[in-house]
């Protein structure tokens, strides 16, 4: 599946999206995840990583991606693990990631 993203920021920056299973994939999506949420916080410039799966919808997922900046996105998603999820075919439809800048405490 073709992933289309946003341009990103050079320095921090959070990504949200939601993903959807094929019908009734949820359970092989959520084993790509979790393999992937392994090696994610792992890749330097990665400050947190979280996916999580709705209670309502199984086949629904939501990701909470935060980056030092551009560099370190493009790198995940030019890794291994990251095109083998993609070419997986367990998306319903291609995410459409936001691009969101975290707040700082006054």
Request: glycine share 6%; no cysteine; hydrophobic share 40%.
């Amino acid at each position: 599946m073709d992933m289309q993203f946003p341009v990103f920021p050079e320095d921090e920056f959070v990504l949200y999206a939601t993903l959807l299973a094929i019908p009734n994939g949820g359970d092989k999506l959520e084993h790509h995840l979790r393999r992937l949420v392994r090696l994610t916080l792992s890749e330097p410039g990665t400050l947190d990583y979280v996916i999580a799966r709705d209670v309502e919808n199984t086949d629904i997922f939501h990701v909470y991606e935060k980056y030092t900046g551009r560099e370190a996105f493009e790198k995940h998603i030019t890794g291994q693990e990251f095109k083998d999820f993609a070419a997986a075919g367990l998306l319903a439809r291609p995410p459409a990631p936001k691009a969101l800048k975290p707040l700082q405490p006054l």
